[in-house]
């Protein structure tokens, strides 16, 4: 919170300090709106300074420079360069700037922005706190992402959480600008680390995948809840569909299967480089991780029995009403007891109406789910 308060300060210190950058009546174009805006989601309210545009001036590099010049000398010097980098991006579409910041990681092995990459930050922040308000106390992001880290932990994320959902999001961007290039690998696959990962590395395969078979099941060995293992599934075309975060120690792993390719990262989410090394085995398998063996209503409670392989974390009931078009959850998670027959007691109300459909909601140890109906004997 003291960061927070100086670079305030800061800000505050600095409109007295330059008032020869305070022009006269304002002439707003909406390449000025759209900075404002954009100002005002990453670092609060904006300085109360009046800029002339001119408005036949049609080159929006020279209208931006001309309002950067200014807005600039209020922001930390050390600060400067990646806040640039996402006002261009956000404002001017101006994507150079990312894809080095992408490449840099990708060459660096790390999911988490490097020098000179400070624009994740700020995209990130946009595009994945589901606050807005929240984003410009992360702002600027500090000497390697300090501030933005602290602040996000004092909303009660760990920094373990922080690192992972920084990594999805890079590793999403990847996938959207097609930087994700790896050889294919056949299953089955055995990876095996060869050194210890160091703060926020990441290693990767990619697997050519279909529908043939049901899922794809991987074995861990050496692993910790400090090592994630990332799941991408993408289409053809390169778009991610589905991604499960599942923790190394937290074995087997099931992944669905489909029509495309899986991108399998492993990553270390903590700060400090994971001396246990660690080897991984992922195969095919083609039968179904979960069957309905009976399902039934007994008055208000609804009574399945299921045939469980491993790999299962629990479930979910929900309910289906088709004329509505709409889903509703009707049961806490239940956690699975293992693979083999287990019966499960689900409470139901209204079972009478004969208009919605049962289904349960799969949860794998691999950070998936996927739904199936429920026939209900009579």
């Given amino acids: 919170m003291k960061k927070s308060f100086s670079y305030f300060a800061l800000i505050f210190s600095l409109f007295f300090f330059f008032p020869d950058f305070v022009y006269g009546e304002v002439q707003q174009n909406s390449l000025y709106e759209r900075f404002l805006e954009k100002w005002e989601l990453y670092f609060g309210k904006p300085p109360e300074i009046s800029i002339v545009i001119d408005k036949n001036e049609q080159n929006l590099e020279l209208q931006f420079r001309k309002i950067w010049e200014i807005y600039s000398r209020y922001i930390p010097q050390e600060e400067r360069s990646s806040a640039e980098s996402a006002f261009r991006y956000t404002i001017l579409n101006e994507k150079r700037h990312l894809i080095n910041a992408l490449n840099n990681c990708l060459l660096s092995s790390r999911l988490f922005p490097q020098k000179n990459c400070g624009i994740l930050f700020y995209l990130f922040a946009e595009e994945e706190l589901s606050d807005p308000s929240i984003v410009f106390q992360v702002l600027p992001p500090g000497e390697n992402g300090s501030k933005f880290i602290e602040s996000l932990s004092v909303f009660g994320e760990s920094e373990r959480k922080i690192r992972t959902r920084m990594a999805l999001f890079i590793l999403k961007k990847l996938a959207e600008n097609r930087m994700l290039r790896?050889?294919?690998?056949?299953?089955?696959?055995?990876?095996?680390?060869?050194?210890?990962?160091?703060?926020?590395?990441?290693?990767?395969?990619?697997?050519?995948?279909?529908?043939?078979?049901?899922?794809?099941?991987?074995?861990?060995?050496?692993?910790?809840?400090?090592?994630?293992?990332?799941?991408?599934?993408?289409?053809?075309?390169?778009?991610?569909?589905?991604?499960?975060?599942?923790?190394?120690?937290?074995?087997?792993?099931?992944?669905?299967?489909?029509?495309?390719?899986?991108?399998?990262?492993?990553?270390?989410?903590?700060?400090?480089?994971?001396?246990?090394?660690?080897?991984?085995?992922?195969?095919?398998?083609?039968?179904?991780?979960?069957?309905?063996?009976?399902?039934?209503?007994?008055?208000?409670?609804?009574?399945?029995?299921?045939?469980?392989?491993?790999?299962?974390?629990?479930?979910?009931?929900?309910?289906?009403?088709?004329?509505e078009k709409k889903i509703l959850e009707i049961s806490p998670f239940t956690s699975s007891p293992g693979s083999g027959t287990n019966d499960y007691l689900f409470s139901v109300e209204n079972s009478e109406n004969i208009e919605k459909v049962f289904l349960i909601n799969i949860y794998t140890l691999g950070g998936f789910s996927y739904k199936i109906p429920l026939y209900l004997e009579k």
């Fill in 182 to 323: 790896q050889v294919a690998s056949s299953l089955p696959v055995i990876l095996t680390l060869t050194h210890p990962l160091k703060e926020s590395e990441f290693a990767f395969v990619r697997i050519p995948i279909s529908q043939e078979f049901f899922s794809i099941k991987g074995e861990i060995k050496g692993g910790s809840n400090n090592i994630k293992i990332i799941s991408l599934l993408m289409d053809r075309s390169g778009k991610v569909e589905k991604i499960g975060i599942a923790d190394a120690d937290a074995t087997p792993l099931l992944i669905p299967s489909k029509d495309g390719n899986l991108f399998i990262v492993i990553f270390n989410a903590s700060s400090e480089e994971q001396i246990d090394l660690l080897s991984a085995t992922f195969w095919k398998d083609y039968n179904p991780p979960v069957s309905v063996v009976s399902a039934k209503l007994e008055g208000d409670f609804l009574k399945i029995t299921l045939e469980e392989s491993s790999g299962i974390l629990g479930y979910k009931i929900e309910e289906f009403y088709e004329k």
